[in-house]
Protein backbone atom coordinates (compact mmCIF):
# COMPACT_ATOMS: atom_id res chain seq x y z
CA UNK A 1 0.00 0.00 0.00
CA UNK A 2 2.95 2.42 0.63
CA UNK A 3 4.14 2.05 -2.41
CA UNK A 4 1.41 2.43 -4.60
CA UNK A 5 1.20 6.07 -3.88
CA UNK A 6 4.96 6.63 -5.00
CA UNK A 7 4.37 4.52 -8.08
CA UNK A 8 1.83 6.75 -8.97
CA UNK A 9 3.55 9.84 -8.58
CA UNK A 10 6.22 8.10 -11.09
CA UNK A 11 4.43 6.83 -13.36
CA UNK A 12 1.64 9.90 -13.65
CA UNK A 13 2.03 13.27 -14.80
CA UNK A 14 -0.75 14.95 -11.92
CA UNK A 15 -2.11 18.24 -11.26
CA UNK A 16 -0.57 19.91 -8.18
CA UNK A 17 -3.63 18.59 -6.02
CA UNK A 18 -3.18 14.96 -6.85
CA UNK A 19 0.69 14.92 -6.92
CA UNK A 20 0.53 16.59 -3.28
CA UNK A 21 -2.26 14.30 -2.20
CA UNK A 22 -0.04 11.33 -3.34
CA UNK A 23 2.79 12.69 -1.80
CA UNK A 24 1.04 12.79 1.55
CA UNK A 25 -0.16 9.77 1.25
CA UNK A 26 2.91 8.24 0.37
CA UNK A 27 4.40 9.85 3.51
CA UNK A 28 1.80 8.79 5.72
CA UNK A 29 1.97 5.59 4.83
CA UNK A 30 5.91 5.39 5.11
CA UNK A 31 5.47 6.29 8.37
CA UNK A 32 3.66 3.39 9.13
CA UNK A 33 6.51 1.19 9.03
CA UNK A 34 7.75 2.20 12.74
CA UNK A 35 4.86 1.06 14.88
CA UNK A 36 5.25 -2.32 12.52
CA UNK A 37 8.73 -2.66 13.38
CA UNK A 38 8.17 -1.72 17.44
CA UNK A 39 5.21 -4.39 17.05
CA UNK A 40 7.90 -6.81 15.77
CA UNK A 41 10.37 -5.88 18.04
CA UNK A 42 7.89 -6.91 20.71
CA UNK A 43 6.70 -10.05 19.20
CA UNK A 44 10.61 -11.37 19.30
CA UNK A 45 11.01 -10.10 22.93
CA UNK A 46 7.79 -12.14 24.24
CA UNK A 47 8.90 -14.57 23.17
CA UNK A 48 12.28 -15.01 24.04
CA UNK A 49 14.56 -13.64 21.36
CA UNK A 50 17.80 -11.46 22.56
CA UNK A 51 16.88 -8.03 21.25
CA UNK A 52 19.85 -5.35 21.44
CA UNK A 53 17.76 -1.94 20.56
CA UNK A 54 21.04 0.12 20.37
CA UNK A 55 22.43 -2.15 17.91
CA UNK A 56 19.84 -2.59 15.75
CA UNK A 57 18.60 1.09 16.03
CA UNK A 58 22.84 2.96 15.32
CA UNK A 59 22.89 0.30 12.42
CA UNK A 60 19.86 1.95 11.06
CA UNK A 61 21.35 4.99 11.41
CA UNK A 62 23.91 3.89 9.85
CA UNK A 63 22.12 2.78 6.96
CA UNK A 64 20.17 6.18 6.79
CA UNK A 65 23.19 8.78 6.90
CA UNK A 66 24.58 6.71 3.41
CA UNK A 67 21.17 6.68 1.93
CA UNK A 68 20.85 10.59 2.92
CA UNK A 69 24.53 10.86 1.14
CA UNK A 70 23.41 9.22 -1.59
CA UNK A 71 20.40 10.54 -2.51
CA UNK A 72 21.57 14.11 -1.80
CA UNK A 73 24.51 12.97 -4.80
CA UNK A 74 21.76 11.22 -6.95
CA UNK A 75 18.68 13.63 -6.57
CA UNK A 76 21.38 17.13 -7.53
CA UNK A 77 22.37 14.51 -10.22
CA UNK A 78 19.38 13.11 -11.90
CA UNK A 79 16.37 15.22 -10.15
CA UNK A 80 13.59 14.22 -7.93
CA UNK A 81 12.48 11.05 -9.15
CA UNK A 82 15.58 9.02 -7.84
CA UNK A 83 13.81 9.80 -4.87
CA UNK A 84 10.90 8.05 -5.35
CA UNK A 85 12.59 4.83 -7.45
CA UNK A 86 14.57 4.54 -4.18
CA UNK A 87 11.73 4.41 -2.02
CA UNK A 88 10.31 1.97 -4.10
CA UNK A 89 13.22 -0.40 -4.01
CA UNK A 90 13.61 -0.10 -0.29
CA UNK A 91 10.07 -0.70 0.22
CA UNK A 92 10.56 -3.84 -2.08
CA UNK A 93 13.56 -4.71 0.38
CA UNK A 94 11.86 -4.58 3.05
CA UNK A 95 8.92 -6.78 2.14
CA UNK A 96 11.28 -9.37 0.85
CA UNK A 97 13.41 -9.06 4.19
CA UNK A 98 9.77 -9.50 6.04
CA UNK A 99 8.81 -12.45 4.25
CA UNK A 100 12.16 -13.90 5.68
CA UNK A 101 10.98 -13.29 9.55
CA UNK A 102 10.61 -16.43 11.38
CA UNK A 103 7.53 -16.92 13.37
CA UNK A 104 8.06 -18.33 16.74
CA UNK A 105 5.86 -19.79 19.60
CA UNK A 106 5.53 -18.57 23.17
CA UNK A 107 7.91 -19.19 24.88
CA UNK A 108 6.53 -17.41 28.01
CA UNK A 109 3.92 -15.32 29.34
CA UNK A 110 4.49 -11.32 29.20
CA UNK A 111 5.13 -9.91 32.56
CA UNK A 112 5.43 -6.47 34.12
CA UNK A 113 8.03 -4.92 35.27
CA UNK A 114 6.63 -5.89 39.23
CA UNK A 115 6.42 -9.44 38.06
CA UNK A 116 3.02 -10.34 38.44
CA UNK A 117 0.62 -10.56 35.32
CA UNK A 118 -2.08 -8.01 34.98
CA UNK A 119 -5.16 -9.28 33.28
CA UNK A 120 -7.65 -6.14 33.82
CA UNK A 121 -8.53 -3.32 31.47
CA UNK A 122 -8.54 0.08 32.21
CA UNK A 123 -10.04 3.21 30.84
CA UNK A 124 -7.83 5.86 29.52
CA UNK A 125 -8.45 7.90 32.24
CA UNK A 126 -7.82 5.29 34.94
CA UNK A 127 -4.13 4.86 32.62
CA UNK A 128 -3.27 8.17 32.93
CA UNK A 129 -3.90 8.12 36.85
CA UNK A 130 -2.34 4.97 37.24
CA UNK A 131 0.81 5.75 35.16
CA UNK A 132 1.57 9.62 36.05
CA UNK A 133 5.42 9.79 35.30
CA UNK A 134 4.92 7.63 32.27
CA UNK A 135 2.34 9.99 30.85
CA UNK A 136 4.50 13.12 31.46
CA UNK A 137 7.40 11.55 29.97
CA UNK A 138 5.17 10.91 27.06
CA UNK A 139 4.53 14.68 26.93
CA UNK A 140 7.66 15.68 26.98
CA UNK A 141 8.59 13.53 24.01
CA UNK A 142 5.56 14.85 22.40
CA UNK A 143 7.00 18.54 22.64
CA UNK A 144 10.32 17.43 21.74
CA UNK A 145 9.15 15.43 18.42
CA UNK A 146 7.15 18.54 17.72
CA UNK A 147 10.15 20.65 17.54
CA UNK A 148 12.38 18.20 15.94
CA UNK A 149 9.57 17.75 13.03
CA UNK A 150 9.32 21.61 12.32
CA UNK A 151 13.63 21.15 12.00
CA UNK A 152 13.20 18.35 10.06
CA UNK A 153 10.12 19.55 7.23
CA UNK A 154 11.88 22.97 7.07
CA UNK A 155 15.52 21.86 6.46
CA UNK A 156 15.45 22.01 2.90
CA UNK A 157 14.24 25.29 2.53
CA UNK A 158 16.65 26.29 5.36
CA UNK A 159 19.78 25.04 3.34
CA UNK A 160 18.53 26.66 0.26
CA UNK A 161 18.46 29.82 1.86
CA UNK A 162 21.65 29.35 3.07
CA UNK A 163 23.14 28.72 -0.15
CA UNK A 164 22.59 25.33 0.08
CA UNK A 165 22.67 22.10 -2.35
CA UNK A 166 20.39 18.67 -2.56
CA UNK A 167 23.74 17.10 -1.98
CA UNK A 168 24.50 19.59 0.56
CA UNK A 169 20.87 18.67 2.49
CA UNK A 170 21.72 14.55 2.02
CA UNK A 171 25.15 15.72 4.05
CA UNK A 172 23.55 17.33 6.69
CA UNK A 173 21.52 14.79 7.32
CA UNK A 174 24.33 12.36 7.34
CA UNK A 175 26.37 14.41 9.64
CA UNK A 176 23.62 15.00 12.03
CA UNK A 177 22.76 10.64 11.91
CA UNK A 178 26.11 9.74 12.47
CA UNK A 179 26.46 12.32 15.54
CA UNK A 180 23.22 10.81 17.47
CA UNK A 181 24.99 7.22 17.19
CA UNK A 182 26.91 8.15 20.62
CA UNK A 183 23.85 8.29 22.62
CA UNK A 184 22.24 5.24 20.55
CA UNK A 185 25.03 2.72 21.45
CA UNK A 186 25.01 3.54 24.79
CA UNK A 187 21.15 3.53 25.37
CA UNK A 188 21.29 -0.66 26.25
CA UNK A 189 23.48 0.57 29.20
CA UNK A 190 21.59 3.80 30.33
CA UNK A 191 18.58 2.72 29.74
CA UNK A 192 17.01 -0.02 32.09
CA UNK A 193 18.26 2.81 34.71
CA UNK A 194 15.38 5.52 33.24
Known sequence: ???????????????????????????????????????????????????NFSIGRSA??????????????????????AMLLCCLAAYALFFLLALGFPVLGRTSSPEEPGGGCRETACSLPQFFRRYRRFCLSLTGILFLACFHLMTEHYLYQMMLRAGGTERDMGLNLSMSTLLEMAAILAFSRFGPRM
Open 1 to 51: LGAAPLALLYGLDAGKQATAALFLLGALLIDLIQPLMNALSVYYAERGAAL
Open 60 to 81: GSLGFAAASAMLGWLIAREGSD
